[in-house]
């Protein structure tokens, strides 16, 4: 009998300290996630990164501004996907006769207080990137009609106030995440899949890769 309470006890003792090793473990990530992201809002926060002005005057509507954002997750997409250009995210440049340059984008909600489609003002979507980050394509088969075309499609989902893929389900439509949203302009506007251009491997539409080739992005400025 003592020998059985004595096996209990040391199997008893054994899941504590697992429990406790786990516990531990938990608290160690959350503390460094919310140190990360408090640094990284602090960077967000005295962030001055702005456009010069003949850069702007280079902009087209339709032209991707590509970025890399401020958080964790930012930095995980930018460091997972180890691409050609350092970037997490992209949008589209939208010219407002009101506003002036915005950028029609989607973002999640866990990062934004809007969930989805979401359009910025040019300047709020510089000062949101990391410091010399941003970088500027424009489609080498667009003209000016088809670019236009390809920013008002972008507004049009704006307005229909597509929400975040959380999911990444690629096959669904009624929701986008920032590359999948890129990906479905092509395919309305130029009923093209940018990510089976010019490659018997078609890349992953959660990547940046296909926006590298030369033969079909022109490059129209860059920070990087």
């Known amino acids: 009998m003592n020998s059985f309470f004595h096996i209990l006890s040391m199997t008893l003792n054994k899941k504590f300290i697992i429990v406790i090793i786990i516990c531990l473990t938990l608290a160690a ?6 140190f990360y ?4 809002k602090q960077q967000e926060q005295i962030n001055d990164y702005a456009l010069q002005v003949q850069e702007i ?3 087209k509507e339709g032209d991707l501004m590509f970025r890399k954002g ?3 997750i930012s930095d995980c997409i930018a460091r997972a996907s180890k691409e050609r250009f350092c970037v997490s995210h992209v949008g589209v440049l939208y010219n407002d006769t009101n506003k002036g340059w915005m950028v029609i984008h989607t973002v999640s909600n866990t990062l934004v207080d809007i969930d989805g489609m979401q359009m910025d003002k040019l300047d709020k979507f510089v000062k949101d990137s990391h410091p010399n ?3 500027v394509l424009r489609y080498r088969y667009a003209n000016d ?3 236009t075309a390809f920013a008002e499609q972008a ?3 704006l307005q229909r106030k597509i929400p975040f893929d959380d999911a990444f389900n690629i096959n669904d439509t009624s929701e986008f995440y920032c590359t999948e949203f890129i990906r479905q302009l ?3 506007v130029y009923h093209t899949d940018i990510y089976k251009l010019n490659t018997s491997n078609p890349y992953s539409p959660m990547r940046f890769t296909p926006f590298w080739n030369e033969n079909n992005f022109q490059l129209v400025f860059t920070h990087q």
């Open 29 to 34: 990530i959350i503390l460094f996630i919310y």
């Open 37 to 40: 992201e408090s640094k990284s």
């Open 57 to 59: 005057a280079m902009l």
């Open 70 to 72: 401020f958080g964790i």
């Open 133 to 135: 980050s941003i970088l």
């Open 145 to 147: 009609s088809s670019q």
């Open 155 to 157: 507004y049009y989902y």
């Open 186 to 188: 092509f395919l309305d």
